[in-house]
């Protein structure tokens, strides 16, 4: 019996051109939090930038890879072309003005089935959507310069994933992933795990325009939540019982990871919740230094040479704690 029944987005996972640029966009623009500094553990010559929350809670999570110098990507078929984050209904207009005092490259909000969007892009062109979200009773980052409580992003809302075709996906996120089918209208559909509120949403989009090339400014894969490591082994099998291909339990460092590929050719990923991010440093200075997994911790000096040095905000709540 098939019983996966992921809990919500975990983290989106992107790729980025240079780290500083994406630190200062994503904590001083979006007023996210940093909530860790690492490395990209099977490549540690780069950076794995995390943001999030005040405590880096799952389904709040956007995390990046930095590659200096990558080309840009391109969005299209088989790619996460939109990664969404919750803001309150009221904010959508703030968020509007306070995108369009800065060098930001966003649109106007559009009306999307009676619900408001505000489209940015990010300094390396990864897509973002602002979704007015009532009833996200998510704080978000409380310590961000700039972003008052009241409009502060809440969280992931949901996720674009742009397929040719809809059927062999929506069977995947069906009766794999135990996603119900909420909405299907023009070109997408939508899909809701367990109450479908922000957080739990997957968009899938018809794609006409080609696939995409994963690169600079484009979506590496999506998490979903396990709630811990013994649902996610039971979930493995279940996966390996229908044919999946997916790899072994990873340790991550901060939850433990498996993946597998749905048939248009998104990378996904199943997380889980624990231990989270304040397993190696006090949640007062989450992502104030660079933190290495312990079979990394012999190479530190190494890995932190070979690392651009990084400018971290001072002027949040975590600053001289
Ligand atoms: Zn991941």
Known sequence: MNDIKPAGLHHVTAIAADPQQ??????RVLGLRLIKQTVNFDAPDTYHLYYGDTTGSPSTILTFFPWKGVP????????????AFSVPPASIGWWQKRLASLPVDADAPVDRDGTEVLTLRDPHGLVIDLVASPGDTRSGWDGAAGVPDEHAVRGLHSVTLSETQLEPTQRVLSELLGMSMTDEGGDRARFAMQDGGAGALVDVAAETGGPGRQAGGTVHHVAFRAPDTQTQLQWRQQLLA?????????????????????????LFEIATDQPGFAIDEPLLALGRELKLPPWLEPDREQIARALPTLQVPADDRGAGA
């Open 22 to 27: 994406n630190v200062d966009f994503y904590t």
């Open 72 to 83: 840009r990507g391109r969005n299209g078929a088989g790619l996460t072309t939109a990664t």
């Open 242 to 266: 229908a044919g999946v291909r997916v790899t072994e339990v990873i340790d991550r460092q901060y939850f433990t990871a498996i993946y597998f590929r749905e048939p248009g050719g998104v």
